[in-house]
């Protein structure tokens, strides 16, 4: 098994990535259909809400996460059929869907200005009183930390 964190679009573009997350065995993707939705959770991530999530189908069932039976199931599968029971036409990769190129220009986004300021995000929020970051950042109208 291996895991990869794809971190940017060009390479999301080079593992012809089209949807979060995915898991493949043997290269095919475990889905024998592919479907996304509107996410609730993601309202807060680096693309502010505008990507969709993976839907899970298996035994006519929607899940947020790959089912473990679907895991299993897909590898079973390729290891003693070697072609899913119903083979799905693999979905064709032209470039990295709008919704994962937003995601990344918004992390991207998010990395330039966390590099821009004195301390982490994180830090930020316990590393001292809202009037003392301007030691650390300036002024609060540097825009270099979170003034909170």
Excluded: H
Excluded at 15 to 38: Q, Y
Excluded at 67 to 88: K, N, T
Excluded at 92 to 108: I, N, S
């Amino acid at each position: 098994m291996t895991r990869t964190l794809v971190e940017s679009e060009e390479q999301a573009r080079a593992l012809r990535f089209f949807s979060s997350p995915t898991i493949r065995v043997n290269g095919k993707d475990i889905a024998l259909e592919f479907r996304e939705s509107r996410c609730e959770s993601c309202e807060s991530c680096a693309s502010n809400g505008t990507v969709n999530c993976r839907v899970w189908v298996f035994q006519e069932r929607e899940y947020t996460e790959a089912p473990a039976a679907m895991i299993v199931d897909s590898i079973l599968r390729e290891v003693y059929d070697g072609q899913p029971q119903s083979a799905p036409e693999q979905v064709p990769f032209e470039d990295v869907p709008g919704d994962l190129k937003r995601f990344f220009a918004g992390k991207a986004q998010q990395k330039a200005t966390q590099e821009s300021s004195c301390c982490s995000v994180v830090e930020q929020e316990s590393c001292c009183k809202p009037t003392e970051k301007a030691s650390c950042c300036s002024s609060p109208d540097s825009g270099n930390c979170d003034f909170k």
